[in-house]
Antibody, heavy 119, light 107 residues
């Protein structure tokens, strides 16, 4: 079955960077875009960007341009989110999610990774 | 794109029907509107895609529609297990915009 399994919780200081991983299984990895969506405590969902695992090309939300980098490692079927210059407002749960080929929606989600930014 | 607008909360009694709205501008609400149900501490779950389609396994009590710049999610025959937060999302080739979420309380 399709699974997206993310790395564990992180605590980082302001100004630092964090790298979150998302390991996919149960489907052809290179056929589906992976997106990242974050959710601040008690808040809504915020789209951050997407990556095409077949060629590594990424698109980022304007808000995060210059601070976020998405990469893939095809042999390990893993997608990575790198977020730099962290500030307290980046404290959130970060989810990876797959977009279905026919649904144009997020059909499978990772369990989420809590990133806490605190001095 | 600005966030889509949803009511903060809705409520209903078991057996009743409720509708949650999701309003955007002409550029936000297209044919790729989806709805997600989220329980506390869990990842969102897709329940409606492309305005009015249900993924396999999702109850027929969930239905979607769209009129103009507003998409809607209707839950019929409310059950206690439906109590959750519901998000709408609008997918385009370049980005995705979400609503702020609506908390459903089953009285």
């Amino acid at each position: 079955q399709v699974q997206l399994v993310q790395s564990g919780a992180e605590v980082q200081k302001p100004g630092a960077s964090v790298k979150v991983s998302c390991k996919a299984s149960g489907y052809t990895f290179t056929n589906y875009y992976i997106h990242w969506v974050r959710q601040a405590p008690g808040q809504g969902l915020e789209w951050m960007g997407k990556i095409n695992p077949s060629d590594g090309r990424a698109t980022y939300a304007q808000k995060f341009q210059g601070r976020v980098t998405l990469t893939t490692d095809t042999p390990t079927r893993t997608v990575f989110l790198d977020l730099g210059s962290l500030r307290s407002e980046d404290t959130a749960i970060y989810h990876c999610a797959r977009v279905g080929l026919t649904t144009k929606a997020f059909d499978y989600w990772g369990q989420g990774t809590l990133v806490t930014v605190s001095s | 794109q600005s966030a889509l607008t949803q009511p903060a909360s809705v409520s209903g009694s078991p057996g009743q029907s409720i509708t949650i709205s999701c309003t955007g501008t002409s550029g936000d609400i297209g044919n790729y509107v989806s709805w997600y149900q989220q329980f506390p501490g869990k990842a969102p779950k897709l329940i409606i895609y492309e305005v009015n389609n249900r993924p396999s396994g999702v109850s027929v009590r969930f239905s979607g529609s769209k009129s103009g710049h507003t998409a809607s999610l209707t839950i019929s025959g409310l059950q206690g297990e439906d109590e959750a937060i519901f998000f709408c999302g609008s997918f385009t080739a370049s980005s995705t915009t979400f609503g702020g979420g609506t908390k459903l309380t089953v009285l």
